[in-house]
């Protein structure tokens, strides 16, 4: 079967997340199994990027990562696909892969994971790229989670967590031991700063003063010793494993409930500090005391933030009742007769008059009413058991292809005659003898029955490329909507485990667009939903279920047609009135859907003759469309087959021919 990415060009993602890994076979295996699939599906391999030990959880630090997104952004490269081993590997992080995936597809670039037998360039493919990497990084929490709980305990029970001895001590068979030469500069650091009246800076200086030279972390990169600073001094100040006790959590961050990328440093005062002693101190409870009594009154920390945006959940999604637009998010804030600050999230029209080049009102709709109401219905309409049954009865479900087959194997078929024949008449061509007086009629004939017999053969080519692109793309879609429907069936389990971030991009993936009363009509009608359009195929009897117990609610369905067997977008309508579309339109829609006429060298030849008065070879339109590299979908080489020289067409008979592909629409 030939695969509809042939002819395509591709660049491979290769990432390994640790020394250990880039040490063994990962990045090589990696590259070898990639580049060989690739080969395989008849694609062209035009660059390789490899991230060696390098985190997946974001993509600030991942140079080669960065690299080729700007390589795709400036044009550097021209490609159809990023090949990626499994999702994991082009990110880790749930927003992070949907910000790059958007990003790559604004220059016509998709995403194909391998392991994961996903492929962007369908919808189906983008959504659960999206639902997979909220799992992806549901996991990876999880085990850090374990990890961190794990860690925790051994910390309690006075056990080294692993890493570099800190300065002044050294790891001795798992143990802290004091080290000679070091040991003495910790308790001379608190004695100067307990005791010496001396700062940070000062401090510094005078250890930089005597010649005391500081070794760096033992994990950075040369090894060289250092000038002392004052953040090296505050961080032994402020260091409890100083004490002899084993200190846990000392510099844990963590996500802010509701927003996407926004963290804060745990007080440094919540950590785990053991009871017993496990190693010898260097300094003793009192100095230490003091020493940090003296650190909060001179020293002021923050929390400081990672990132500003925040994140929710129907911004984008939401349109203005007024101009169609997209709405997002703002406040509204004020302090009561108390003093108390409050606040309240709205979405208003994105091209409000507030905004730059705005025209239209904010018709500012409740953040909290909105999507109280939004989930209310999704919910509903995933635990309704028709629609639970719908959605199994179409798992799995075989589809009859057997049509499909048929039709193939009459094109095959076809094309082994037209083989014959061609091959017959080549030799008949090959074996006219020059002295027969007729030599040169026979040859003309020939030349014309055998050029109309490769006209033939494009044509059985291109079915049979249709007909295989068909039971491809039959077998794809069953996949994907298989992994959907699973999706759906687990989704009031999954929602509200998600952080905001996650449940925003997976209420992007089922909903199109959802529509709004206005203010006025909302308050008449005592609620603001007017409509959800979902983005997933549903049965007309389910989608009148739903409205089951809501006399407010009318509901119809909605075909948005793009091409035959597309993806049925669903319209749940909240309110009353007419102006809905009738069902009936679906089908004069189908219809008209009509496939684009195949392009044959005949009707090639025909054009050319009739605008310019000429007539061309087919070699010199086979010529012609190799220079400009056309896809010839594996058809025999006309030039080779006639057994004569390639021909190079005139510059007048080029120009014809390239107008005559234009015309077509071929180029």
Not at 265 to 279: A, G
Request: aromatic share 8%; proline share 3%.
């Amino acid at each position: 079967m030939l695969s509809k990415r042939k002819g395509k060009k591709c660049v491979i993602y290769i990432r390994v997340s640790s020394e250990r890994q880039v040490k063994g076979y990962s990045l090589d295996g990696q590259k070898n199994y990639l580049t060989q699939w690739a080969e395989f599906e008849g694609m062209e391999v035009v660059e390789i990027y490899v991230e060696e030990g390098r985190s997946g959880k974001s993509i600030e630090g991942r140079n080669a990562f960065q690299t080729m997104l700007h390589d795709i952004e400036i044009g550097n490269i021209s490609i159809d696909y990023i090949i990626v081993f499994k999702l994991s590997r082009f990110g880790r992080n749930a927003k992070d892969i949907l910000n790059s995936l958007t990003f790559i597809q604004r220059f016509g670039v998709n995403l194909l994971c391998k392991e994961d037998g996903l492929d962007s360039s369908s919808s189906m493919g983008k959504m659960m790229i999206t639902i997979l990497g909220a799992v992806a990084e549901m996991e990876r929490e999880n085990i850090i989670a374990q990890s961190m709980l794990g860690r925790e305990e051994k910390a309690k029970q006075g056990g080294w967590n692993g890493g570099f001895a800190p300065y002044g001590y050294e790891l001795i068979d798992g143990k802290l031991i004091p080290k000679e030469g070091e040991a003495e500069i910790i308790t001379l650091i608190f004695d100067k700063f307990v005791n010496g009246n001396m700062g940070y800076s000062t401090i510094a200086g005078y250890l930089n003063k005597q010649g005391i030279e500081r070794l760096p972390a033992k994990n950075s990169h040369g090894r060289k010793y250092t000038d002392w600073d004052s953040n090296q001094v505050k961080r032994i100040l402020d260091n409890p494993l100083y004490t002899g006790r084993m200190a846990y959590g000392r510099r844990r961050t963590e996500k802010v409930d509701g927003t996407e990328n926004e963290y804060r440093l745990v007080n440094k005062d919540e950590y785990i500090l053991t009871e017993s002693r496990s190693h010898e101190p260097l300094v003793d409870d009192d100095t230490y005391k003091k020493a940090r009594e003296k650190r909060k009154a001179t020293g002021k920390k923050g929390n400081p933030k990672i990132g500003r945006e925040a994140v929710h959940l129907l911004s984008g999604i939401l349109k203005c009742p007024k101009c169609g637009s997209s709405m997002f998010i703002d406040k509204s804030i004020w302090t009561d007769k108390n003093g108390k600050r409050k606040e309240i999230l709205y979405y208003v029209c994105g091209h409000s008059k507030k905004s730059k080049h705005g025209n239209c009102t904010r018709n500012s709709v409740r953040a909290d009413v909105i999507e109280r109401e939004v989930l209310y219905y999704t919910k509903k309409l995933i635990k309704n058991p028709r629609f639970v049954e719908d959605i199994q009865s179409r798992i799995g479900t075989s589809i009859d292809i057997s049509e499909i087959e048929k039709e193939l194997q009459y094109y095959k078929k076809n094309l082994e005659k037209l083989e014959r024949s061609k091959n017959n008449l080549s030799v008949d061509i090959d074996n006219i003898v020059e002295s027969d007086k007729h030599a040169e009629r026979k040859r003309l004939d020939m030349n014309k029955r055998l050029n109309k017999i490769y006209d033939d053969i494009y044509d059985v080519e291109e079915s049979i490329i249709e007909c295989e692109a068909k039971m491809d793309n039959i077998q794809r879609e069953k996949l994907d909507r298989d992994g959907i429907y699973k999706m759906l069936l687990a989704f009031d389990d999954i929602f509200d485990t998600l952080n905001e971030a996650d449940k925003r991009n997976l209420i992007k993936s089922m909903v199109s667009k959802i529509d709004v009363f206005s203010a006025e009509e909302a308050k008449e009608r005592k609620y603001v939903l007017k409509s959800i359009t979902y983005a997933f195929p549903m049965d007309r009897e389910i989608v009148k279920s739903l409205t089951e117990n809501e006399p407010h609610v009318e509901t119809v369905v909605m075909l948005s047609h793009k091409k035959p067997d597309s993806v049925i977008n669903v319209k749940v309508e909240f309110g009353e009135g007419e102006g809905k579309v009738p069902l009936d339109n679906i089908a004069k829609r189908a219809e008209a859907y009509k496939p684009k006429e195949r392009v044959t060298y005949k009707m090639i030849k025909e054009y050319i003759e009739a605008k310019y008065g000429f007539k061309v070879h087919t070699a010199y339109i086979a010529e012609v469309k190799r220079d400009l590299g056309l896809p010839m979908y594996d058809a025999p080489n006309a030039v080779e087959e006639l057994k004569q020289p390639r021909k190079h067409p005139t510059a007048e008979k080029a120009e014809a021919i390239k107008d005559a592909l234009k015309h077509f629409e071929v180029i």
